[in-house]
């Protein structure tokens, strides 16, 4: 069944402004069962979030989250493949197959659970748990903007809007719910949620959330590097990487997820940063894998340079020093998943390689397991550098070719080589 096409009927006849765009979208049909059996169990349950936000702006939605008024344990009991999960906020987690699906209890507002220990904050007035139930209308004022706020019951057609979510939709802007200031206190990560927002559904931001934004940025220096690390994937890897990251430095809040933004317009940072911002959004959107390993690789390269930088030219025990050290240095903004270090230091030690191309090196090259990343990190140091060596095109030409032209290759290199090889380091603009 196309829900969402059920929402537009409905909505027409009371509201002339529903946009048309919703018919090619669909919500997931376990999702509607999930809510079918919450309700047959006598239970209040709604779709909830990002996923109407998202269809109502016309993008296709990503998951699906349910709210109900059913606790975690019973939801638990109702679904067989459940898990509960979670502190800070209980939820839990319906599977089925490869589809996971988050079913949370409606949450109480503040004042109603300002004795009672299950709401607890830190001293900026940060939420540091938060699991008191309450009613439908409690719920939404707990959500952070009015368009997150928008819940859909699909079996009866209906759409719950208590703070204007629709019309902010059809202004485009996002507003808070609440005074953006104490929100952004409860959680300082709204501050990211809201740029994030902006870019993804082509919203302006309201002026007491931008001004929020200034305000309390700075609590962010107090988030832990976990959810740092979740909300970058969120920031940088879904299509909007570039835009986000413009944003937030505008507003002084990269500082909190990058270790490196102060490069000037034109230097190669700048470039470098922006060529890979464009890339993986570009990947994004053509649907292919993006890696966090690559883009933070990508964005700490020039920070590595920088450190390995001697006399104008490269350091090269100041080059594999670094490497951890940049490393942890990011890691105490978002905490970087073990497996994602060995990647990232992988990709810059074959750039060296990648350069040098000594003796049989290449073939081993070709078959390193990180060989197509570093090409592709390689061709965007080049186009950020406007660099004219050409090395990335003889890698271009060299994955190929066949075996005796890469023979000649090789020797015809070898023959160029002018000064000795170890100070054959290109790394020219970089170092600049
Ligand atoms: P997306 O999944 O596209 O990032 P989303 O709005 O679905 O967007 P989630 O993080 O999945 O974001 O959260 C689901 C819903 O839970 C939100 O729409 C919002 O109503 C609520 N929510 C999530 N995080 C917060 C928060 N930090 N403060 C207040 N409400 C939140
Ligand atoms: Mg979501």
Redesign the pocket.
């Known amino acids: 069944m196309v829900v969402s096409k059920l929402l537009t009927k409905k909505y027409k006849a009371s509201s002339p402004r529903t946009p048309k765009n919703l018919k090619d979208n669909q919500f997931s049909p376990f999702a509607i069962e999930i809510i079918r059996a919450l309700k047959k169990s006598n239970h209040q349950a709604y779709l ?4 109407v ?2 269809l109502l702006v016309g993008i296709k939605a ?2 699906f ?1 349910i709210s109900t008024n059913a606790t975690p344990e019973e939801v638990r009991k109702i679904f067989k493949a459940s898990r509960i999960i979670g502190k800070r906020f209980r939820i839990v987690h319906v599977f089925r197959r490869n589809e996971l699906i ?1 079913v ?1 209890t409606f949450r109480a507002n503040e004042s109603k659970s300002k004795n009672i220990s299950e709401v607890i904050k830190d001293i900026d007035g940060k939420i540091l748990r938060d699991n008191v139930w309450g009613t439908l209308e409690e719920d939404c004022l ?4 009015s ?3 928008l819940y859909f019951d699909p079996t009866k057609n209906i759409l719950r809007d208590f703070h204007n979510g629709l019309q902010h939709i059809q202004k485009k802007i996002l507003v808070s ?1 609440g005074d953006p200031l104490v ?1 952004f206190e ?2 300082p ?2 501050s990211l ?1 809201a740029v ?2 902006s870019s ?1 559904l082509g919203f302006k931001i309201s002026n007491d959330v931008k001004n929020a934004i200034y305000e309390k940025g700075h609590l962010l220096g107090n988030i832990s590097n976990a959810r740092l690390f979740d909300e970058f994937c ?1 920031i940088f890897l ?1 299509k909007q990487g570039l835009n986000n990251f413009n944003k937030l430095k505008s507003f002084g809040i990269l500082k909190y997820v990058i270790t490196t933004n102060n490069y000037k317009n034109n230097s190669f940072g700048n470039k470098f940063q922006h060529a890979a911002l464009v890339n993986t959004d570009l990947r994004s959107q053509s649907s292919k894998s993006v890696t966090p390993g690559f883009l933070l690789a990508a964005l700490l390269w020039p920070k590595l340079i920088e450190a390995a930088k001697e006399n104008g030219s490269l350091n090269l025990r100041k080059f594999f020093r670094n490497m951890d050290k940049i490393i942890r240095e990011q890691q105490q903004l978002t905490a970087i998943p073990r497996k994602f270090h060995g990647y990232i230091k992988d990709i810059w030690s074959l750039q060296l390689k990648l350069e040098t191309r000594l003796g049989h090196q290449p073939y081993k090259i070709l078959n390193h397991p990180r060989f197509r990343a570093a090409y592709d990190f390689l061709l965007l140091r080049e186009q950020a550098a406007e660099d004219t060596q050409g090395i990335g095109n003889w890698w271009t030409k060299f994955q190929q070719i066949n075996r005796p032209k890469k023979i000649e290759m090789l020797q015809t290199l070898k023959k160029s080589r002018k000064t000795p090889v170890e100070k054959k380091f290109g790394f020219l603009e970089e170092l600049s």
């Open positions: 909830v979030g990002g996923c936000r998202d990503k998951d989250d988050e949370s707990r959500r952070d903007f368009v997150n706020a719910i929100r409860e959680d990560v709204r949620r994030r927002f993804k969120k879904t």
